[in-house]
């Protein structure tokens, strides 16, 4: 998969990078600063409250940590200084602050959405289970994690500072409650100095709310989402006013109502009546591997090779969901990515789909980050009580790799990121789709079958004729090199027209 696509091989098509754009920037002194973020300007030494234009050259960075364009906004990933910003799918931001300097004012910390409907990922399948019944057993008991005060506490003075103030406190563990029998996930209370690095806080927000939305009968919503009093409310208004007690004491009350909802079977009750999960919930899990694995590590990926077909890329989330609707991919069935680069493709396909998932790479340090993935997904999985498809990533040529070639002649879907492949490696990729079952899907960057392709006495042996494809559109904000809308293909492996053509010749 494809990341710095403007570092692209003599004769691949360009990739336009985008214009300059004009962005409105407004800087706050500590004394304009919202409550919670004023202790991280206080550190930085902030500066006079102005407002300015400044202007992004083309190829220049955002931010240092962007997590993907999801349902919450977390962080954003870091970036070689002259690429293109590589986006993860990042959720609106939810704000936690007033313009109100009254304590009890909170009326800009953004209402809760206790109207809001869930959006759900693919369409229910019958045979899929989202419930891991070994999660929710007594023994789900301690494993190894990446928790979020390894990533964000005191112990990094320069990226973090105390969420509310120099408290005694502030030090001390906070443990957070999921849905499942597990242990507790540790924060420290704390916020970056720098805005787009991990907020623990507003990740603790955010667990809550989908697991009020996911896990609990609707009939509990209100509990959580009412606008004057719900948990999430509450813990908004405890940061706006700046009360560590307050936030601690409604963390340890939803901590009891997680678990007395566990230990009566009501969490399990919601999760066996599912299906399907929503693709909120999707992207948080997915997020929160990411951010504890890739993130921290992801100057490894400026290691690319400039000309080759080694560089990398990612599709979002929202992308992968719609690919696996148009695919009708079912957890019964069997999805293979060639080139998965950190595996994020392959570890959404087993979440969303539960299918067996499968993924190949040549650049070593992706293959290694893709494996600190797999291991943090499976404990986040087990966290949040939910049951995965096997995952299986390979490392090496998936020309020639062999688990992968034997795999493929069982794929039912086919995923190629080919969009900065050669033409001599998309050629090879044909000879490699022969072994492919008959009505396997391929889904690509670029079309394997040439526009106005016909059938002729002189292409007959070409593999070209036993492709049917079908081109769809994807939105804008769907691929980590651009923001651009654009075209992916659909191909199916069918022998019948080929048959047709020399049955009449015969």
Known sequence: MSFFDHLRKPGAPAIKPQGSQIRREVIRTAADAPP??????????????????????????????????????????????????????????????????????????????????????????EKRHVRSQAAFSEEGGIFQMVHAADIASLDKPNKFVPAFGDSSEVAGLLLLQYPSASQQERYQLVVPREHDDFKPLDEIIQVIDLVSRNYLPSTELDLFANDNDGIVRRLKRAIFRQSEQEFRLIIKEYNDIIHSSRTDGTISAKLDALHSLELPLIERLLTQTYSRTVSPRVGSLRQYENGTDNVYGELLPRFLSQIFKD???????????????????????????????????????????????????????????????????????????????????????????NQAFTPELNNGLMNLFLDLKEGCKIVSLKSFVPHGHKITTRNLNSPVNLLEVESKQYWSDSVSWTDAAGTYYVARKDSNKLRSFTDKMA
């Open 327 to 417: 695919t009708k991919l079912k957890s019964d069935q069997i999805f293979v990515d060639l080139g998965s680069g950190v595996g994020n493709t392959v570890l959404q396909a087993a979440l969303e789909i539960g299918c067996e998932s499968w993924g190949c790479e040549v650049m070593e340090n992706a293959c290694d980050l893709a494996e600190l993935q797999e291991k943090e997904f499976k404990a986040r999985c087990h966290l949040w009580g939910l049951q995965t498809g096997s995952i299986r990533l390979e490392s090496g040529d998936f020309l020639k790799n062999t688990s992968t070639g034997k795999i493929m002649q069982k794929a039912d879907v086919v995923l190629v990121n």
């Open 36 to 125: 919670y973020q004023r202790n991280a300007l206080i550190a930085k030494g902030g500066i006079s409250s102005t407002t300015k234009t400044t202007r992004r050259p083309n190829g220049s960075p955002r931010n240092a940590e962007v997590e993907r364009k999801r349902t919450f906004d977390q962080s954003k990933s870091l970036k070689p200084s002259n690429a293109r910003p590589r986006k993860r799918p990042s959720p609106a931001p939810q704000r936690l602050q007033s313009s109100s300097e009254s304590d009890d004012s909170d009326g800009s910390l953004g209402k809760s959405s206790g109207g809001a409907k869930l959006v759900r990922s693919t369409e229910p399948d």
